[in-house]
């Protein structure tokens, strides 16, 4: 799935009980345990040894498994309905949460690795809270550290002229679909999932950017790119991708 990713709207927004109970299950797909995997190992090698810190943690599908590599991992998350369920798995309890939005919460540190996933910056839907949650990556890095996301690059290339939807997925039981807004760069993205014989619609707005304008944010934040892949395997980012991996580090 393309972009099923918590919202930072009001406490727990998209990501209530209902939805957090689910989540696992109904990202399984995207959150393959090879696809796990390449993520941790990379994680573990950016922070050197030092802890790490996750915005919009979640579950801890990301976390569990970084902390089980040996890094002392910590977390900020606006859903307390997905930290409950963080708690709930082996090893949750030892990771400490602070319950906030990740533009502005913040957690004893410092940290040699700030990171968000899947997508997550987009759920900040103004570019004032997504420059606020670079420098907020920024405030809780070492000097040396590094800043990571993961995030789509915006399908626009792939629509006809005119046209504001693009299918990411389809299948019997669920179809994605994000529905581009150009004038003030929002999308909403449709899932329409089949629960139990009843199709359900969830519909959730974000704010896409384009990798040049995220390498600005940084800078703002005192940051300079470091690298960008086209996913957590390091492949090479062209024309082509859908997807970055991008790391930018602050001053030594």
């Given amino acids: 799935m393309s972009r099923y990713?918590?919202?930072?709207?009001?406490?727990?927004?998209?990501?209530?009980?209902?939805v957090?109970?689910?989540?696992?299950?109904?990202?399984?797909?995207?959150?393959?345990?090879?696809?796990?995997?390449?993520?941790?190992?990379?994680?573990?090698?950016?922070?050197?040894?030092?802890?790490?810190l996750e915005f919009a943690i979640g579950t801890g599908r990301i976390a569990l498994p970084l902390a089980a590599r040996g890094v002392d991992v910590a977390g900020i998350e606006l859903s307390r309905a997905m930290v409950a369920r963080l708690r709930d798995k082996p090893g949750g309890a030892d990771?400490?949460?602070?319950?906030?939005d990740m533009a502005t919460a913040t957690i004893d540190g410092p940290f040699s690795l700030v990171?968000?996933?899947?997508?997550t910056i987009e759920n900040l839907t103004s570019q004032d809270a997504q420059v606020a949650c670079f420098r907020n990556a920024a405030a809780h890095l070492s000097p040396g550290g590094c800043f990571?996301?993961?995030?789509?690059?915006?399908?626009?290339?792939?629509?006809?002229?005119?046209?504001?939807?693009?299918?990411?997925?389809?299948?019997?039981?669920?179809?994605?679909i994000d529905e581009y807004d150009v004038v003030n760069q929002r999308l909403i993205s449709h899932h329409i999932e089949n629960d139990g014989g009843a199709f359900r619609r969830v519909s959730m707005p974000f704010r896409?950017?384009?990798?040049?304008?995220?390498?600005?944010?940084?800078?703002?934040?005192?940051?300079?790119?470091?690298?960008?892949?086209?996913?957590?395997r390091r492949e090479p980012f062209i024309a082509e991708?859908?997807?970055?991996v991008s790391v930018w580090q602050t001053p030594a």
Avoid: C, K
């Fill in 115 to 119: 990171y968000l996933v899947y997508n």
């Fill in 148 to 176: 990571l996301i993961e995030v789509g690059v915006p399908g626009l290339q792939h629509l006809p002229v005119g046209a504001t939807h693009e299918v990411f997925h389809a299948s019997d039981d669920y179809w994605g």
């Fill in 95 to 100: 990771i400490p949460v602070v319950i906030g």
């Fill in 208 to 232: 896409y950017a384009w990798p040049a304008e995220f390498d600005l944010m940084a800078q703002i934040a005192g940051m300079a790119l470091r690298d960008r892949w086209a996913g957590w």
């Fill in 20 to 52: 957090a109970a689910r989540y696992d299950d109904t990202e399984s797909t995207r959150f393959a345990r090879g696809e796990i995997d390449a993520a941790a190992d990379l994680l573990a090698e950016l922070a050197a040894g030092g802890r790490a």
């Fill in 5 to 18: 990713r918590r919202g930072v709207q009001e406490e727990d927004g998209y990501f209530d009980e209902a």
């Fill in 241 to 244: 991708s859908r997807r970055h």
